[in-house]
């Protein structure tokens, strides 16, 4: 499996965060293309690249990874529910992820957290914008 499809499966399955039970199947990767919510939407922000030691030996990948999680206004106290989870699990979250285990992060950072709001009278979201170091 690929490394996506696996963090993909740690945000559903991984009862700690417990993601999957506020947004359930709802994750899409690049776009969310169905009014159904709340729902997490994650891009990749720079491609998987090597890091290597001071040996020149690849000794792990790293990338940037995107999570937008949107709500409607009835829902909007999810988002600090979320928050709080993210930080707390995500923050300092090593070990395996995907359905094997084959896929196993070494370490996470959350560069970035913000809150925002689409300005639309007919059909008002709320965003929690998260976005993660992390190293495989």
């Given at each position: ?44 922000r720079g491609g998987d690249y090597d890091k290597y030691s001071f040996a020149g030996t690849t000794t792990f990948k790293s990338t940037k990874v995107q999570l937008d999680v949107y709500v409607q206004e009835t829902d909007i ?60």
């Open positions: 499996m690929s490394f996506m499809t696996d963090f993909r499966h740690f945000l559903i399955n991984d009862t700690t965060l417990g993601f999957g039970t506020v947004v359930g199947n709802r994750i899409y990767q690049g776009i969310n293309t169905r009014s159904e919510y709340p729902a997490c939407v994650y891009n990749i106290h999810l988002l600090e529910e979320i928050q709080v989870k993210m930080v707390d699990r995500l923050g300092k979250y090593s070990g395996p992820i995907g359905p094997t285990g084959s896929t196993v992060i070494k370490t996470t950072q959350i560069r970035d957290i913000a809150f925002s709001y689409n300005d639309d009278i007919q059909n008002p979201l709320y965003r929690l914008l998260v976005d993660i170091n992390l190293t495989y």
